[in-house]
């Protein structure tokens, strides 16, 4: 694994927790649309009874999951910031802590650290090649 992948984890798993939020959404607006419908007719055994338990369960389960992703992404992120407090560099500190932990762009880090794109992609490059990792 290399360095920038190291320092991504938190990144992607904060992209699939809002991934499962944005699932329950639109499971609650499903829920919502769910209505019963009244019938004599016979149903067949196998066929679940309530399509609005169904959904309640599968959010639940959601959320439960979530739960879990966010325990794991507290955890990623207290190693990622030991990682890059062992950096010998407060600016390269700074940049690693603006692009893996606050997830800000190159231009809102430029504009933070007061220089250029550019500048900040090369100091990005020192602070990679810095970064020690267990």
């Known amino acids: 694994m290399t360095a920038k992948e190291y320092l991504s984890q938190a990144y992607r798993l904060d992209q699939r927790i ?3 939020l944005e699932q329950i959404r639109t499971l609650n607006e499903l829920a919502a649309k769910t209505t019963s419908t009244i019938s004599d007719m016979p149903k067949s ?3 679940s009874q309530s399509k609005m338990a169904d959904t309640v369960v599968k959010i639940a389960d959601l959320k439960n999951q979530i739960a879990e992703d966010m325990d794991r992404l507290i955890d ?3 190693q990622i910031a030991h990682t890059i ?3 010998d560099h407060v600016e390269l500190q700074l940049l690693l802590e603006l ?3 606050c997830y800000h762009t190159w231009e809102q880090i430029a504009i933070e650290m007061n220089c250029t794109v550019r500048n900040v992609q090369l100091l990005h490059g020192k602070a ?3 970064i020690k990792f267990i």
């Open 76 to 78: 990623i992120k207290v």
């Open 99 to 101: 692009r893996y932990l």
């Open 85 to 87: 407090k062992a950096v």
């Open 18 to 20: 809002n991934s499962k």
């Open 45 to 47: 055994p196998s066929m």
């Open 128 to 130: 990679l090649e810095r």
